[in-house]
């Protein structure tokens, strides 16, 4: 069996056993495995699936491995991505299913007859997907298959399918199994996980956190975006599964902290001069904006929180303040420690500034017996000069 076979099963096209999305570290690696009494393994497969399945040959089996295992019906062929101890943990944290009160068994390692017969499977599965898109339309069904799975042994496939509502297809699944003479199975995922599985590069201009390292998804709502001041733009808020983008979820505690002693934004600052409403916030740097609310526009007056804060306070008390004070003349002078350039770095703006011109001046040799003869000249001048004044 070749041991570094390259594999492309959705999310992941990386040596076999290895995933940066899917891949675990075993920081109980170097420990005697005491806790896993049952060696229980975890198995990955296609799109983010993974499974638990008991080695009861006790078979010496380490990550990456590629192995058959127990499925429903025949076998299935996977690889092995973590073993001892940790596998314990990670069962209980993805809620693993057993069947019949039992997990599944290990049968074998794989045999290079299973692994063609699993690339074959492979191979099939791009065109199978197209062929099925084209029998959901003819049955005039609102749905989109997004990806198949053929299983190790290629006797059942598992077709992904998005879909906005429900769906009857079992008049698909007749249509699917008569064409392709397998089992199916159906199993319907979101726009995120389908995003996931295709990836791409996001507009911070890294590639999507759904095809790197996010495997649960978490609802995303659009108060994440009010408390983080973002304007409520359907196309800046959407990513490319055309849901509110999962980065938004990231900071929304870090603001919401942020903002806890700010006072509310319906709060109205009265003065001598009006009535001041809340404009925008920034709400790391501690600032708020208001406007003076009169018929003539007026530019927004930036102060502190603190500030505004006591300006409530003296509004409650029936007291009225003369007028907005700027943030920045209670600003404090910070002295700025001088910037040591350690890397030796050339300046960006270097190549806006005019460049000198780098010409040499040339000099022509003289001729040596003409200097003498100037000289002499020249002295033979100032003694004459002298002479005459005397």
């Known amino acids: 069996m070749d041991e570094n076979l390259s594999i492309d099963r959705g999310c992941c096209k990386k040596q076999a056993g290895t995933c940066s999305k899917l891949e675990v570290h075993d920081w109980l690696g170097d420990v005697i495995n005491l ?32 192995v058959a295992v127990e499925a429903n019906p025949g076998h299935d062929i996977g ?13 209980k944290k993805h809620k693993a299913t057993l069947v019949n009160g039992e997990l599944r068994k290990v049968y074998r390692k794989a045999k290079q007859v299973d692994i063609d017969k699993w690339k074959e499977a492979m191979s099939l599965e791009h065109n199978t997907m197209i ?52 089992r199916i199975e159906m199993k319907q995922i979101g726009a995120r996980q389908e995003a996931g599985r295709i990836g791409g590069i996001g507009p911070c201009g890294r590639e999507l956190c759904c095809a790197t390292w996010v495997g649960s998804f978490v609802s995303v709502t659009t108060n994440a975006a009010r408390y983080q001041e973002i304007s409520l733009n359907p196309q800046k808020l959407a990513g490319q599964c055309a849901k509110l983008k999962c980065c938004l979820n ?50 927004p007056v930036a102060i502190s929180v603190d500030r505004a804060k006591e ?28 910037f040591n350039d350690v890397l030796s770095q ?15 001046k040339r000099y022509v040799k003289k001729n040596p017996n003409r200097n003498q003869q ?10 004459n000069q002298k002479s005459n004044q005397k």
């Open 311 to 338: 300006i409530i306070r003296l509004n409650k008390q029936g007291k009225k303040v003369e007028k907005l004070t700027r943030y920045e003349s209670e600003k404090k002078e910070i002295k700025t420690k001088d």
């Open 35 to 66: 806790f896993n009494h049952e060696d229980i393994v975890e198995v990955r497969f296609k799109n983010t699936r993974k499974d638990y399945f008991r080695n009861v040959n006790n078979l010496k089996l380490k990550t990456g491995d590629i």
């Open 131 to 182: 062929k099925s898109r084209q029998i959901a339309a003819d049955l005039k069904l609102e749905m989109k298959i997004g990806d198949v799975e053929y299983q190790g042994d290629r006797t059942k496939a598992i077709f992904y399918y998005i879909a906005d509502e429900r769906v009857d297809f079992r008049q698909l699944i007749k249509v699917l199994a008569e064409t392709f003479r397998i």
């Open 250 to 299: 990231f900071e929304v505690d870090s603001y919401i902290d942020a903002q806890k002693d700010f006072p509310p934004h319906n709060v109205q600052l009265e003065t001598q001069n009006g009535f001041y409403n809340f404009f925008k916030a920034d709400i790391f740097n501690r600032t708020l904006w208001y406007t003076l609310q009169s018929n003539e526009p007026s530019a």
């Open 374 to 383: 100037t000289n002499q000249g020249n002295r033979r001048n100032n003694r």
């Open 79 to 91: 690889i092995v991505t973590l073993v001892g101890d940790l596998v314990k943990s990670q069962m």
């Open 346 to 360: 050339d300046s960006l703006t270097r190549f806006d500034e005019p460049r000198r011109s780098r010409k040499k």
